[in-house]
């Protein structure tokens, strides 16, 4: 063999050499990788609430804050502004005294640095989907800490036979419908500054302005509310739905009586019961849920000689923390009608 096919030869042979070896580092690393990925997939087994939540997590870097419903979520917004991303767990319009949670609020609430609520036992779904959301890090914001709840509830007229018609609510903690005071709503919004300022104290300037200019704004809203409603001391009302006893006395209304009224019969007892009351009082108004269309309520409103008019328990709308006010104005005007 030639000098020069013996170098071939050897080239060659060196050249497989060191691909047999690439192959053999390669191989290698590509095995030690999957090895310490399989490791730490053992090794760090989420929870199902943090599987869930996995795909939910917030992107944007900011404190993430999640409010029970409609009225809470306008005071929290209004805080935290731009600086926050707010969710809100219960749809607008959904009944929230009986309201069932769901995967997704668990999800809400295992991802989230901050819990509002407004508390006095009105959201009961909340205990459980907390517990498991297995959070350690979420703070919890009880709206309505220092609030002194109502405790008396106006008679209750039940009318039909052994009927609930979904309104008739067991209130343990007292009334928990506080936000529809303009005055105990600035309360409210106190609270759910100085928790966010808790949760995230670098952006405590923006919550306090923030917070100012919406205060600002309830407190105009109670002098409109005081300045017209003086014109018509204890004036008094029937209602269908126990929720306005903080609005009436903080402007000298009377709520005398909430009517428990089925949504398919009613006898004619019932509505005697009613009409006695309505006179026993010497009632000026009756009324009925926004956005509601119950025949029994008008047929019994024709009865009484009384106009039957919707008042907003807020407890459904637009999104905008601003609509909370037009909704107010909206009652005020109400009131003002029905109490001339």
């Not at 060659?12 to 192959?23: A, C, D, H, M």
């Not at 919406?214 to 409109?224: F, G, H, R, T, V």
Request: hydrophobic share 35%.
């Amino acid at each position: 063999m030639s000098q020069a096919q013996v170098e071939s030869c050897t080239g060659k042979y060196r050249s497989g050499f060191i691909s047999l070896i690439v192959l053999l580092v390669l191989s290698l690393g590509v095995g030690c990788n999957q090895t310490s990925q399989n490791q730490v997939q053992t090794n760090q087994q989420p929870t199902p609430a943090q599987n869930a939540a996995s795909t939910s997590a917030p992107q944007s870097g900011k404190v993430k804050v999640v409010a029970t419903f409609l009225p809470m979520y306008w005071f929290s917004k209004a805080v935290a502004g731009d600086v926050a991303d707010v969710e809100i767990l219960v749809p607008p319009g959904t009944e929230v005294h009986e309201y069932q949670a769901t995967p997704e609020n668990v999800r809400a609430i295992a991802t989230a640095n901050v819990l509002v609520k407004n508390g006095l036992g009105l959201e009961e779904f909340l205990s459980g989907i907390v517990k498991n959301a297995q959070n350690p890090k979420l703070t919890q914001i009880n709206a309505s800490t220092g609030i002194k709840p109502l405790n008396e509830i106006s008679p209750v007229i039940e009318t039909g036979h052994n009927h609930d018609h979904g309104h008739k609510h067991e209130h343990a903690e007292g009334n928990p419908h506080v936000w529809l005071d303009p005055v105990l709503a600035k309360e409210q919004v106190t609270n759910i500054r100085d928790g966010l300022i808790a949760a995230d104290p670098a952006n405590k300037a923006i919550y306090e302005a923030n917070a100012a200019g919406y205060i600002k704004q309830l407190e105009s809203l109670n002098n409109e509310f005081q300045q017209t409603l003086q014109k018509y001391p204890n004036c008094t009302f029937v209602t269908f739905h126990d929720a306005y006893p903080y609005l009436a006395r903080r402007y000298n209304l009377k709520q005398v009586a909430v009517v428990e009224i089925p949504e398919d019969q009613i006898a004619p007892t019932d509505v005697q019961k009613v009409v006695n009351t309505v006179k026993k009082y010497n009632v000026k108004a009756l009324f009925g849920e926004a956005g509601t269309d119950n025949k029994l309520l008008k047929s019994l409103s024709q009865d009484l000689n009384l106009d039957l008019r919707p008042l907003d328990s807020l407890e459904t709308g637009p999104t905008d923390p601003q609509h909370y006010f037009q909704a107010m104005k909206n009652n005020l005007q109400t009131l003002e009608t029905a109490c001339q």
